[in-house]
């Protein structure tokens, strides 16, 4: 059993829960019903919406003494990586579009106006991982996997 971050925000209108990146859910405490979504630019634009503003409303309810396992938004781990940790990275070469998977040290990592970079040392030099929507980047980020 791995272990994870937990957040909890109460709110009187829009639940949502994420699952992986791979599911979506939004409920309304008013309405009889939920939508889950599968759809992949739908889950995305829920997790944007989570990490990057109800994240910073919410409450820290369980956070494990190491951060280890995948993650599927460059924002669930920024804030958290070390210098000298090890990150896999699966996602898609910014100029080509070519899938990629970039193994690598952290070298920095750069937040600058709502933009998150991490600089990996991987042994074929220095790469630019940004999250989902890289532009500046040399690696656009899908999948972040700390691994030591």
């Known amino acids: ?16 829960a994420l699952i992986d990146s791979s599911t979506g859910v939004l409920s309304d405490p008013h309405v009889n019903y939920s939508i889950l979504t599968t759809e992949p630019i739908f889950v995305r634009a829920l997790m944007d919406l989570f990490y990057s503003s109800l994240i910073n409303t919410s409450t820290l309810v369980y956070r494990p003494a ?5 993650f599927a938004s460059i924002w ?7 210098k000298g940790e090890k990150l896999r990275v699966k996602g898609f070469e910014v100029k080509t579009g070519r899938e990629v998977v970039v193994e690598g040290v952290v070298k920095n990592k750069v937040i600058d106006n709502g933009i998150a970079s991490i600089i990996l040392q991987t042994n074929n030099g220095v790469v630019k991982v940004g999250g989902i929507g890289a532009m500046l980047e040399d690696i656009e980020g899908l999948v972040f996997e700390i691994i030591s």
């Not at 669930?76 to 070390?82: A, P, R, T």
């Open 76 to 82: 669930s781990i920024i804030h958290k990586l070390q």
């Open 1 to 16: 059993e791995k272990e994870i971050e937990l957040y909890i925000r109460k709110a009187s209108s829009l639940n949502i």
């Open 66 to 70: 190491i951060l280890r396992g995948k």
